[in-house]
Nanobody, 123 residues
Framework: VQLQASGGGLVQAGGSLRLSCAAS????????MAWFRQGPGKEREFVGR????????YYADSVKGRFTISRDNAKNTVYLQMNSLKPEDTAVYYC?????????????????WGQGTQVTVSS
């Protein structure tokens, strides 16, 4: 599966942004999808994950209650709605795909990656 992330940009603290990740292929619903991010000088970290059917989500504590992952399998697209953004949310955001059913939060668990989209939150 090939992934293309988009929707990044510059936003003020407290603002909102929605990222999209479009996938190729006809088996999109068989993949769990995740978002990761990598801030300046930091390791890539897990943000959240959604199951193939969209009924189960899991988030990192740092974004819980502020970020929401959803997906539209008819459009082969997963979304990351980011609200109440903080300067520490500044990072390149990546979408990733995994065919497993267990919740996975490690970068190495994901075989397919999008190219990343920059999110910058100004204070």
């Amino acid at each position: 599966v090939q992934l293309q992330a988009s929707g990044g940009g510059l936003v003020q603290a407290g603002g909102s942004l929605r990222l999209s990740c479009a996938a190729s292929g006809r088996t999109f619903s068989s993949y769990a999808m995740a978002w990761f991010r990598q801030g300046p000088g930091k390791e890539r970290e897990f943000v959240g994950r959604i199951s193939g059917g969209g009924s189960n989500t899991y988030y990192a504590d740092s974004v819980k209650g502020r970020f929401t992952i959803s997906r539209d399998n008819a459009k082969n697209t997963v979304y990351l709605q980011m609200n109440s953004l903080k300067p520490e949310d500044t990072a390149v955001y990546y979408c990733a795909a995994d065919r497993g059913t267990l919740v996975r939060t490690r970068r190495d668990d994901y075989s397919y990656w999008g190219q990343g989209t920059q999110v910058t939150v100004s204070s």
